[in-house]
């Protein structure tokens, strides 16, 4: 369950910072849907590359653990 | 423990089926003050941040004041946590990270101390407001940011830039790489908070349900709570260890960037 939550939250994230960032700008800029549009699709960008470094971090971490041979507290 | 918790808590606010989960995480003043028009008043959220840095302090001052060779029940718990700090430091940073060991027990002692006093019945679960956790979020990530500019200067820009990439693309990387970093504090405060405010609602609802099922149907819930409780105390521990061990993973990215 940790590690699913984990990997949401990243993915949401993701989403959300880019359309604030995008929507930012446009308030500051006065351009319409332009940018939230722009940001929001790198914000989904963004939040599968945090997916797919985690799951990467999770499964070395998990590996060390198998290597070492205790099965650790690690989520 | 908590059950009777839930279940008289849903009994004092509502009659019947009016029950509000959501009254656990009112905030309550206990003494108003007002610095020049902003309201800075003493809370209950305030109090229990209190309480649990008093705990803390006392924790490891009485704990560690014996300095025995053979430690006592207390010593034990304070130079356990010391040693599960340290060693997450020297797993996930190096030895590079050892000048950063305050920081990380602090944090780590924090929010264990936050989420478990939350379990107390009729107490304050401070980590369930999103301001609390952003707070911690967005001071460990400029934290970390700092470290990062002190330690390489301007280069620690190249943490955005991706190596081998074709010039055209590399724009668009770099934002992408940029909205990734920033996202950082909020999928830190939001993943302690949800988990903390989800888990007291469910244990609220299903308090509830003991009383609205009445004296025949009411243990089924009942024992549900018992087990969801045990489960409680569980993720209270897994976030705060999650929440510590990726402030050490971020201070592992500035101290020896990829």
Redesign the interface.
């Known amino acids: 369950m940790?590690i699913a939550?984990?990997l949401s939250?990243?993915l949401?994230?993701?989403v959300?910072?880019?359309g604030g960032?995008g929507l930012l700008l446009d308030k500051w800029l006065g351009t319409g849907p332009l940018f939230l549009l722009i940001?929001f699709f790198?914000?989904m960008?963004?939040?599968i590359?945090?997916v797919f470094r985690t799951a990467k971090?999770l499964a070395v971490q998990a590996e060390q653990d198998a290597g070492n041979g205790n099965s650790g507290?690690k989520? | 423990m908590a059950a009777e918790e839930a279940a008289s808590g849903a009994a004092h606010h509502g009659g019947g089926l009016a029950i509000d989960p959501m009254h656990q995480f009112r905030i309550e003043t206990i003494f108003p003050i007002h610095i020049g028009g902003v309201d800075a008043s003493f809370t209950n959220s305030a109090l229990w941040m209190i309480i649990a840095a008093g705990l803390i302090t006392l924790l490891t001052v009485v704990g560690m004041g014996k300095r025995s060779l053979v430690p006592g029940r207390l010593q034990s718990v304070a130079e356990l946590s010391y040693e599960f700090v340290a060693n997450m430091l020297r797993d996930n940073v190096g030895d590079a990270g050892k000048r950063f060991f305050p920081l990380v027990f602090t944090i780590f002692m924090f929010v264990l101390f936050t989420n478990m006093l939350g379990m107390v019945p009729y107490s304050f679960t401070v980590t369930s407001h999103i301001i609390v956790t952003f707070a911690l979020a967005s001071f460990i990530f400029l934290g970390v940011t700092f470290v990062g500019f002190a330690v390489h200067g301007w280069h620690y820009f190249g943490l955005i830039v991706p190596k081998g990439v074709p010039a055209v693309m590399l724009p668009?990387l770099v934002?992408?790489?940029l909205?990734?970093y920033?996202?950082r504090p909020?999928?830190l405060s939001?993943?302690l908070f949800?988990?903390m405010m989800a888990g007291h609602t469910m244990l609220k609802v299903f308090a509830g349900f003991v009383i609205a099922m009445g004296w025949y149907g009411g243990f089924l819930p009942l024992a549900f709570m018992v087990a969801f409780t045990g489960l409680e105390i569980l993720v209270a521990f897994?976030q705060a260890?999650?929440f510590a061990i990726l402030t050490c993973?971020y201070l592992n990215d500035a101290l020896h960037m990829h």
């Open positions: 940790g939550f984990r939250t990243e949401v994230a993701g959300f910072v880019g960032i940001f790198l914000g960008a963004a939040g590359l945090n971090q507290t989520s | 668009l934002v992408i790489e909205i990734s920033l996202t909020i999928s939001v993943r949800a988990n897994l260890y999650v993973i």
